[in-house]
């Protein structure tokens, strides 16, 4: 059960900072859609208390790092054999980007403004749910790929690691019938002990 729980917290760990970035990214193109002027777009994004965008960047390392980290132990949990990891289910990233688009719009207008009325009436609201399920739909192929491939990378690795411990060549061989090679033996005077020990 434990070791459940943590797969799951794992496929969280990967899938919340892709579910997000895609939110977002789905939050700007809207806005670029709505306003494509350069300055206008600007003009709408400090009267709707859009301005911490700037900080997406730094927001968005941070992301990257935990979904890598997320890859690394999956892929390390593969390495020691372990069951594979659930792939996220295509009905939370599909719902759960749009969830948080339309409480992200009501706090940002709530605290821009004091009042969440007329959240739905902007241009950039019914546009960004829309955009939100192809960015959903690729953030959920992006995840199943990335934790493939860190499957693989961590099979890999292992079956490396143990044609490196095999031995290049067998204590004996045979050449041919009747014909045996041994292994090649450290003569005994090599050890500091005399080729011949005491009469019997």
């Not at 709505?34 to 700037?54: N, V």
């Not at 192809?134 to 959920?140: D, E």
């Not at 095999?166 to 045979?174: A, K």
């Amino acid at each position: 059960m434990a070791t459940r729980v943590k797969r799951r917290s794992l496929v969280w760990l990967l899938s919340v900072p892709l579910m997000l970035g895609g939110t977002e990214a789905a939050h700007q193109l809207a806005f670029r859609l709505a306003y494509p002027g350069g300055w206008e777009r600007a003009q709408a994004l400090q009267e709707s208390g859009h301005g911490y965008f700037s900080w997406l960047p730094v927001v968005g390392g941070i992301g990257a790092a935990l979904a890598f980290s997320a890859l690394v132990v999956h892929g390390r949990h593969a390495a020691t054999g372990g069951r594979p990891t659930d792939a996220p289910r295509l009905s939370r990233f599909a719902a759960l980007p749009l969830l948080a688009f339309a409480v992200q719009e009501h706090l940002e207008q709530l605290v821009h403004t004091g009042t969440i009325t007329g959240v739905a009436a902007q241009p950039t609201f019914m546009l960004g749910l829309l955009l939100q399920l192809p960015f959903a739909a690729a953030a959920y192929l992006l995840a199943r790929s990335l934790l493939r491939a860190a499957r693989r990378v961590g099979v890999a690795l292992t079956r490396t690691k143990a044609r490196r411990r095999r031995p290049l060549l067998p204590v004996r061989f045979r050449l041919a019938p009747g014909l045996e090679v041994l292994p090649l033996r450290a003569a005994a005077l090599a050890g500091g002990h005399a080729e011949r020990g005491p009469p019997l």
